[in-house]
Structure formats: structure tokens, C-alpha cells
């Protein structure tokens, strides 16, 4: 029968995987409101703080008042404005290369990047871990797509080898799931010595990782020829929204030229950018946020070992807790928001069958003692899981 929806969505409930949407009724912060209820949450991207700042948002009322609140017309029309332009500057400069290009989402950058790239008769190559912004990309361009190891550079090689026509290679910088760092250095040397481009999603990374927040680029020291591509996203720890892809003045015109969701469709608010320019300044600017948020994930590290947690390889705000199985995952993060904590549980598809998460990620925003208040209601609700799966 066709359009069986209500079946697909028994299905889909009965496997512990129907997704709800929390609703927020309060801005992203440490305390939120969340369907009436005040909580202590671990669960934004907002890894420095900055989606509420109040320089940020006097930086966007003042935006909205100069330049109005739409973007009027796609950027090859008259959309481009000022702010856009300023922000493009300004995020080739952070980034430590020659252009950036403004998206209005880290989505549809992604999708741009790899449909201007590569196409029938060339490779896409992807880590098995790779968001599903790059999995999709890589999917809608045609090119002959392969996944290999995780953050595995000899298992890229092997792929690599058997490659055809021009060969992307992509990886998230941050794994959004894992929290993990991928060995950019390794992979970018698989790729050059064979040819191939390495393009780099750097969502979580910007801001959080490099001494000025230049992101894993900056990190490892890395520039547009061991990573022609990088993508980075301003809605996690700039706290605003859009994206960019960085680098040669070729690959930008490139884009310009090509890139169709970034010819068809409307430019971003300027007054956005407006925003985001300020959270920029903020963020070079005030290393203290990364070297309180460094502090805070030693400290829950450290905790939750104690209390005998499955953590991840992370040395990142993404701290994710292992549980396996989803309906398990569900009911650990009930009972922390039982106890006024909320930690959204991630199950699958989002991740690999059987490694349902609680993913916790920790602010600058946040302090000592309610990473204190998250390990003492986790120590109270773990242990005892085990006993009420049903
Ligand atoms: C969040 C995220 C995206 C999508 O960015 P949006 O701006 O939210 O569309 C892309 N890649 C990775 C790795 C992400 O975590």
C-alpha cells in the first residue's frame, strides 16, 4: 500500500527510535526552560557561550537597524552586502587563508563544496563517521563514493589507490558524535602524495581548538595545500548561524561559479553577519573562554571515570557517555532530567546501530560546580540502569 505512514511510524517508535523535539521556551544557555521546566543543560553547541552574549546581540539589533533584517536577493543578484563581505574577510583571516565564502548554512555548504568538486567519473572518499552533510554531498554528486576506517589513514590509502578521476577525501575535523580529533596530518599526507584533496569540516572545531579559535587548521598548523578545503560553521561556538568554505582564490571563483546552493538561493541576513562579526572579535580575542572550557573538560573527565562512566576518546566539549542500546540511553537521560539535567540521548540512525549515547557537551558558559551538579546526578542515576531495562 502506498503511503503506509502510520506503519513506518509504529515501526520507527517500536525500536525506541521516534524522535520528539524538546521545545526551549528560554535562550540557549546553561539554565533553560524546556517543555515547562527549568533545567541544567548539557546539550547545545553553543561550546563558548555566545548564542545569548549581550555584545553580540547589541551587535545584531545594530546590524538589523542599518541594514534591515532581509538579505533581499541571492548573492549573485544583489544580496551581497557589506556585513557579508566583511564577515568573508574576516573568517579567510581566522582561518589563515586566502578567501572564504559565505553560506547560510553548514548543510548547504557541504552539499556546495562537494557537488562544485567532483562529480561522475571522479571519487568521493569519507570517513565512515562523517556527518551526514558530507555523506549526503558526497551521494548527490555522482562521483563513485567510498567509506573508509575511522580516522584511519591506511585504510584511506588502500581506498585512495583504487580511485578514479579527481579524488576528494572529506572529513569532519571534530567528530560531532565522538568528540574525537580527526589526524589531519596523517590524512592530508595520504591524500597529497596520491594526488587527492582533503576537504575539512570543522563545525566543532572553530573556536574551540587553536590558540585564537582558528579552529584544527590552526591546531595542527595546516594550510590550503595540505587542506585545499575547509569548511567551517558559525551556529556551534561563534553561537550565531551560517557557514563558510575557505580557501584558494581559485576554489572560491570556483564556487561562485559552480556551486549551486550557493547561486540559488537568498544570501543571509546582513545583520547576521553583523553578529557574527562580533562573535568573532570575541572569540580571538578572549582566550579565557577556551582555557576555562579546557578546565572544565579535565574536571568532568576526570569525574565521570570515577564514577565508572564509558567515555569516549575526547579531548573536545563533545563528551559523549556509551550506552549501546537506545531504549537504555532514553532512560538515562529521563532520569537525569527527573533530577533537573538535561542530556539528550542520541541514538541511530545519528550514530552506529548499538552505540546509542548520552551526549554531553560542555560550555565556556558553564561553571565549576554544575559540572559538580551533572557527575553527582550521573553517579546517582548510572550505576543502577543496568537493573531496570525491561
Ligand atoms: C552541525 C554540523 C553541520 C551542519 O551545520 P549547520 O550550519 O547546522 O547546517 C555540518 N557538519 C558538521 C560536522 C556538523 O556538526
Not at 40 to 50: E, H, I, M, T
Not at 74 to 92: D, F, K, R
Not at 228 to 233: D, K
Not at 253 to 276: D, G, H, K, M, N
Request: hydrophobic fraction near 45%; proline fraction near 5%.
Amino acid at each position: 500500500m502506498a503511503f503506509d505512514l502510520t506503519a513506518r511510524l509504529a515501526e520507527r517508535r517500536a525500536a525506541d527510535l521516534y524522535r520528539q523535539r524538546p521545545l526551549l521556551e528560554s535562550p540557549q544557555g546553561p539554565h533553560v526552560v524546556v517543555d515547562g521546566q527549568p533545567l541544567l543543560a548539557f546539550c547545545n553547541n553553543d561550546y563558548l557561550g555566545l548564542a545569548n552574549h549581550p555584545e553580540v546581540i547589541a551587535a545584531w539589533c545594530a546590524g538589523a537597524e542599518q541594514w534591515g533584517v532581509g538579505g533581499g536577493a541571492s548573492h549573485l543578484v544583489i544580496g551581497h552586502s557589506t556585513p557579508h563581505h566583511a564577515l568573508e574577510q574576516a573568517l579567510a583571516e581566522l582561518t589563515g587563508r586566502p578567501r572564504a565564502l559565505l553560506f547560510s548554512t553548514g548543510y548547504m555548504a557541504n552539499l556546495a563544496a562537494i557537488t562544485a568538486l567532483v562529480g561522475q567519473g571522479d571519487s568521493v572518499l569519507e570517513d565512515r563517521l562523517n556527518h551526514a552533510s558530507l555523506l549526503d554531498g558526497g551521494r548527490l554528486s555522482g562521483a563513485r563514493f567510498s567509506r573508509y576506517r575511522h580516522n584511519d589513514p591506511a585504510s584511506l590509502a588502500s581506498r585512495l589507490d583504487k580511485a578514479v578521476g579527481d579524488a576528494l577525501v572529506v572529513t569532519d575535523g571534530v567528530f560531532s558524535m565522538d568528540g574525537d580529533i580527526a589526524d589531519l596530518p596523517a590524512l592530508a599526507a595520504v591524500a597529497k602524495a596520491r594526488g587527492a584533496w582533503l576537504m575539512v569540516d570543522d563545525a566543532h572545531g572553530l573556536g574551540t581548538l587553536g590558540a585564537q579559535g582558528g579552529g584544527v587548521v590552526e591546531q595542527f598548523g595546516l594550510g590550503v595545500d595540505q587542506v585545499p578545503v575547509l569548511i567551517g560553521t558559525l551556529g556551534k561556538a561563534c553561537g550565531t548561524a551560517g557557514a563558510f568554505v575557505a580557501g584558494s582564490e581559485e576554489l572560491i571563483e570556483t564556487l561562485v561559479q559552480f556551486a549551486r546552493p550557493y547561486i540559488y538561493t537568498t544570501s543571509q541576513p546582513p545583520a547576521l553577519a553583523c553578529a557574527t562579526l562580533k562573535s568573532l572579535e570575541l572569540l580571538r580575542r578572549d582566550t579565557w573562554r577556551r582555557e576555562h572550557l579546557a578546565a572544565l573538560i579535565a574536571q568532568f573527565r576526570a569525574g565521570a571515570q570515577a564514577i565508572g562512566l564509558a567515555l569516549m576518546d575526547s579531548q573536545t566539549p563533545i563528551q559523549p557517555i556509551l550506552i549501546g542500546d537506545s531504549a537504555r540511553a532514553l532512560e538515562l537521560s529521563r532520569r537525569l532530567r527527573e533530577r533537573g539535567v538535561l542530556v539528550t540521548a542520541i541514538r541511530p540512525p545519528t550514530v552506529p546501530a548499538g552505540s546509542a549515547r548520552l551526549r554531553v557537551t560542555l560550555s565556556a558558559a558553564h561553571s565549576q560546580a554544575q559540572v559538580q551538579l551533572l557527575l553527582n546526578v550521573l553517579a546517582e542515576c548510572y550505576p543502577t540502569l543496568e537493573t531496570a531495562d525491561a
